[in-house]
C-alpha cells in the first residue's frame, strides 16, 4: 500500500520560508500533489509535479512563491516556500495520483490514490 509522509512544517513570520519534503513509500510512475487545508475551509490544491518533470501546475495564489521539485533517488517531492503570508497558514498535505499536473484536473482532491498525514504551516508576527 503506497505511503506517504510530510515533514518539514512549523511557524514562521511573514516573509519567511519553509520546505517542505513529502516522502513516498514507492514514488516510481505517480504524480505528487500538495494541497492545504485551513480552518473553516476548503481543501485547495497547491501544487502538481508529474512523475516525468514534464507538467506542473501551481494555484494563483502561490505561482512565483512556491516551488515543486521531485527527487526520485530519494523517493521525495518537496515544496519550497517563500515569501509566507499569513493565508498560507493551513495544513499540507501531499497526495499521489496518475493524474496529469496541466490544467485544472489536478485541483480535484478526490482523483488521488493516497494521501499523507499532513503537516502543519502557521504564518504569524
Known amino acids: 500500500q503506497l505511503q506517504l509522509v510530510e515533514s518539514g512544517g512549523g511557524t514562521v513570520q511573514p516573509g519567511g520560508s519553509l520546505r517542505l519534503s513529502c516522502a513516498v513509500s514507492?514514488?516510481?510512475?505517480?504524480?505528487i500533489a500538495w494541497f492545504r487545508q485551513a480552518p473553516g475551509k476548503e481543501r485547495e490544491g497547491v501544487s502538481c509535479l508529474n512523475h516525468r518533470e514534464e507538467d506542473t501546475g501551481y494555484a494563483d495564489s502561490v505561482k512565483g512563491r512556491f516551488t515543486i521539485s521531485r527527487d526520485d533517488t530519494k523517493d521525495t517531492v518537496y515544496l519550497q516556500m517563500t515569501n509566507l503570508q499569513p493565508e498560507d497558514t493551513a495544513i499540507y498535505y501531499c497526495a499521489a495520483g496518475t493524474v496529469r499536473c496541466w490544467g485544472d484536473i489536478w485541483l480535484l482532491w478526490r482523483i488521488y490514490d493516497a494521501w499523507g498525514q499532513g503537516t502543519q504551516v502557521t504564518v504569524s508576527s
Open positions: 514507492a514514488l516510481d510512475h505517480y504524480s
